[in-house]
């Protein structure tokens, strides 16, 4: 189960996720105290560690366009935290699987900050509102990725099992 901590619009672009005057900062352990830094309000809920990891932030479509700054998924994927949004900008979305940041794409999907959602496989449900909603899977080679904490991860435990195989 996750509660919904923040619900976003449309087109939230990297530059609200991860603002460009922190981009000299570059390792996961430290970008996640820049996520959000100019919403005063939800930066400081996640700094003071008030926001349960596995909590959600909604969103509309087109969550995380504009810049490919890689950091823009770190931060959030510094908190744990899912991402269920009407759709991914695909540069946001690839980046995403890379790191391990859970994602979920439900176009239909509708929620309100303190909701509570479960994600159960085809589908994403609102428990407050009782409402159901599609849920477009990832490819089963992607979601591996993620499943598996992210690339490096996911090529450590191929090539793992390759040299066991050997």
Partial sequence: MAQVIAKLGDDVSTDVIYPGRYMATVLPSETPQYAFADDAELNGR???????AGSAIVAGKN??????????????????LTIVARGFARIFLQNS??????????????????DELEVAGDK???????????????PKARQAIIDAGGLIAYTRKRVTEAAGKA
């Fill in 63 to 80: 969550f995380g366009c504009g810049s490919s700054r890689e950091q823009a998924c770190s931060c959030l994927k510094g908190w744990e």
């Fill in 124 to 138: 994403v449900v609102n428990k407050t509102t009782g409402k159901s909603f599609a849920v477009v899977p990832l």
């Fill in 46 to 52: 996640l700094e003071a560690k008030r926001i349960p």
């Fill in 97 to 114: 699987i890379n790191l391990g940041l859970n994602l979920v794409t439900a176009p239909d999907f509708e929620a309100s900050e303190g």
